[in-house]
Structure formats: structure tokens, C-alpha cells
């Protein structure tokens, strides 16, 4: 199983096969803290072989530099993902997955990651920062 795509983004959307991205970043600007962010995504690209056949659980956490959960009570979010029989010929197929989440609270600015397991091992982790920006500077 390959992380082909990993990113946090404002939107994601599967249309047909297709994974649609508009507006990735990886910095958050508040002027006071806390702050909640009102929406994003993270976007997934999963590139699975004949290897991957079975169940797993995938894992999904938002943490700061210290490695603790925004959101101790809710991270990690685990899910099953079941990886079917391949057809007859076929040696790779991908999947979308696309997690929504809204009111995203940051008690203090610092560095923050979103960290994909898979089965319990890291796979991915997609760095970003929120920063505290001075009045001055947010009128620029």
C-alpha cells in the first residue's frame, strides 16, 4: 500500500476515479489564539497491489510538535479498510479517501502535523504550522 497523495487542502472531492484538490496549504494565520479553523480536508491517493488483499485499519490523527492529538477524545480516527480480490490481470489499483472536518480549534500557534497509519505503522505525515500574526502585519 502506497501513499501516492497526502495533503490538507480547503476542498477535496472523488468525481469519477478522480481525486479534486482546490486549495492545498500547509499555514494557518490567526491573529489571537485560540483559534478555530471552520473547514478543510485532508485528501488521500492510495495506491493498492495484489499484496494488499484483506482488511486494515487506517488511522488518522492531527497532532502538534509533541506528538499530542488536537482532539484527545476523537484522534486517532480508525477505520477499516477492506482491500478486495484483485481481477484477473490487474497488478494495482487506487482509492480516494477524503476526510472532511470542521471547527479545527488550536489552543497556540507551533507545528502541527496529520498523521496517516496504516495497520498501526506510520505511512504518512503531512506538516503544517499555525502562526500568530500581529495586527500590523494582517493589514499589509
Not at 38 to 66: F, K, N, Q, W, Y
Not at 114 to 133: C, H, K, N, W, Y
Amino acid at each position: 500500500m502506497d501513499i501516492l497523495v497526502s495533503t490538507l487542502c480547503d476542498f477535496a472531492a472523488d468525481y469519477q476515479g478522480k481525486l479534486c484538490i482546490q486549495g492545498g496549504f500547509d499555514s494557518l494565520v490567526a491573529r489571537q489564539f485560540p483559534v478555530v479553523h471552520p473547514v478543510c480536508a485532508v485528501a488521500l491517493r492510495i495506491c493498492l497491489t495484489p499484496e494488499d488483499e484483506g482488511t486494515h485499519e487506517l488511522g488518522l490523527s492531527i497532532v502538534d510538535a509533541d506528538g499530542t492529538p488536537l482532539d484527545k477524545e476523537r484522534m486517532p480516527i480508525k477505520i477499516n479498510f477492506p482491500v478486495p480480490a484483485f481481477p484477473e490481470g490487474a497488478s494495482f489499483f487506487t482509492r480516494n479517501l477524503i476526510m472532511n472536518f470542521q471547527g479545527l480549534r488550536f489552543e497556540k500557534p507551533g507545528n502541527y502535523s496529520i498523521d496517516l497509519t496504516v495497520d498501526g505503522e506510520l505511512a504518512s505525515r503531512v506538516p503544517f504550522r499555525v502562526v500568530q500574526v500581529q495586527e500590523e502585519a494582517a493589514q499589509a
